[in-house]
């Protein structure tokens, strides 16, 4: 079996002319393998495909102000003149043209297998890899700033994600009294930043190259100083005076000061890189029963904002506070000391306020009973049957104090419950 799909897009005056026609081929294969001779008659497998797909792909939302690969002088500069500094409006040189604007494109393999065993076990796995290219950057790396102008965003980013999809479900025979599935799926997708022409920094640690996309950068956090002698003992940190209770981090280069210069990737992003979920449904005379459960790991949520830092910006305090640090609560306390007015020291964007943002979930549960055919005649029904189901009812999650693992303050997913009776006639 062969796929294929539109080849060419044209996308209107976002691109000079030579750049706004983009040829964008792909296709796809597939073999249904249990209709070959050797597996037709098998009763162990009664079903294989095995398919690939490959393509490019592009994209003419790249980001940025239209017409970017004109020269524009806008009428927005101003100077001053004279010794009344007399403002004055002209024309200035705008950003620098990108005569070469042109798509964001993206190549994409996936390779699939799609396999029933014995009728009641169903498979199914994809495996994916997708190249990024051509994404619009700023060229800090490549276009020094000894030059002057405001540079343009250059088609020179690039990125890469991967993954997997995955489902396995297990029926009961179909004659059965006893009528069930168990259905499991997971879904694994890691990217990365391949190149983006960023600034040179002056210490490895710093780059986003080779980071997630949105990877967090900030401070890493040691713990809280214990006493002055603690304080004393540790680099110098620049923000605030700090006291015993107030947050210590590690000095990343060794120069005995702890700014910027330290801050480094922390933790994960919020996006998780894998979700998996639990589906089933049991039926059973007139009864059932079917719930979902899902569960999503490897991202980071992040303790900011008025709800987590007490007091700040004339702000109120939240339940977190209540395991602050005081003299007595030295050994245990798990949040800093209090302080009414702003904490510069305390509140820096670092891993003293970052969670695992791992969670599992019940999204939704229903019980049933259906009434048999004949008392449902009785009454002049064609069907009749009475439910109760709950969404978002309970989650396990590592985030004490946060209002829910999927939000961290505001306003929660509903918990609902709800009671009702479905009749047909």
């Known amino acids: 079996m062969w796929e294929s799909y539109p080849l060419a897009t044209w996308v209107p005056k976002n691109f000079p002319k ?15 393998a249990s209709n070959e001779p050797f597996l037709k008659n098998s009763s162990a497998i009664t079903y294989l495909k095995l398919r690939a797909s490959y393509g490019l792909a592009g ?16 009428y927005t500069a101003a100077y001053y003149v004279g010794t009344a500094n007399t403002q004055v409006f002209g024309l200035a040189e705008g950003a620098a043209a990108n005569t070469d604007l042109s798509w964001e494109k993206q190549k994409t393999v996936n390779v699939g297998v799609e396999l029933t065993l014995a009728k009641r076990l169903d498979v199914s796995l994809d495996v994916f890899q997708n190249n990024r290219y ?27 994600n ?6 396995i479900r297990y029926s009961s025979p179909s004659a059965a009294q006893f009528q069930y599935f168990v259905e499991t799926s997971a879904w694994y997708a890691q990217n990365k930043i391949v190149y983006n ?10 780059y986003t190259t080779g980071q997630p996309i949105g990877q967090p950068f900030g401070l890493e956090a040691l713990g809280l100083f214990n006493d002055q002698a603690d304080i004393a003992a540790s680099p110098r940190q620049i923000f605030a005076p700090v006291q015993p209770g107030d947050v210590k981090y590690k000095d990343q280069n060794g120069d005995g000061v702890i700014d910027q210069n330290d801050t480094r990737a922390i933790g994960k992003t919020s996006v998780p890189t894998l979700t998996v979920t639990l589906h089933s449904k049991f039926q059973y005379r007139g009864f059932d029963l079917e719930f979902l459960f899902q569960g999503v790991t490897g991202r980071t949520a992040y303790f900011g904002g008025s709800y987590f830092q007490a007091f700040q910006n004339n702000g109120q305090v939240g339940p977190i506070a209540l395991d602050r640090w005081t003299p007595a609560t030295a050994a245990t306390a798990t949040y800093p000391r209090l302080s009414a007015s702003n904490n510069l020291n305390n509140y820096q964007y670092s891993s003293f306020w970052q969670r695992d943002g791992s969670f599992i979930k019940l999204r939704s549960l229903e019980l049933g009973y259906t009434f048999p055919g004949q008392l449902a005649e009785k009454i002049k029904l064609t069907n009749a049957r009475i439910f109760l189901n709950g969404t978002n009812l309970f989650s396990l999650d590592h985030l004490k104090g946060y209002m829910d693992p999927e939000v961290g303050s505001g ?6 419950v709800s009671a009702g009776i479905r009749l047909q006639f």
Do not use: C, H
């Open 18 to 32: 030579d750049k706004r026609y983009g040829f964008f081929p792909a296709g796809s294969v597939g073999w249904i």
């Open 411 to 416: 306003y929660p997913p509903l918990r609902t």
């Open 134 to 160: 051509d994404i619009l950057v700023a060229p800090n790396r490549t276009v020094p700033q000894f030059t002057g102008i405001t540079l343009p965003l250059l088609n020179q980013g690039k990125a890469t």
């Open 162 to 167: 991967k993954g997997f999809e995955a489902t």
């Open 59 to 74: 994209n003419d939302l790249v980001g940025g102000n239209r017409f970017m690969f004109q020269q524009l002088y806008p």
């Open 197 to 206: 022409a960023e600034a040179i920094r002056q210490f490895d640690y710093q």
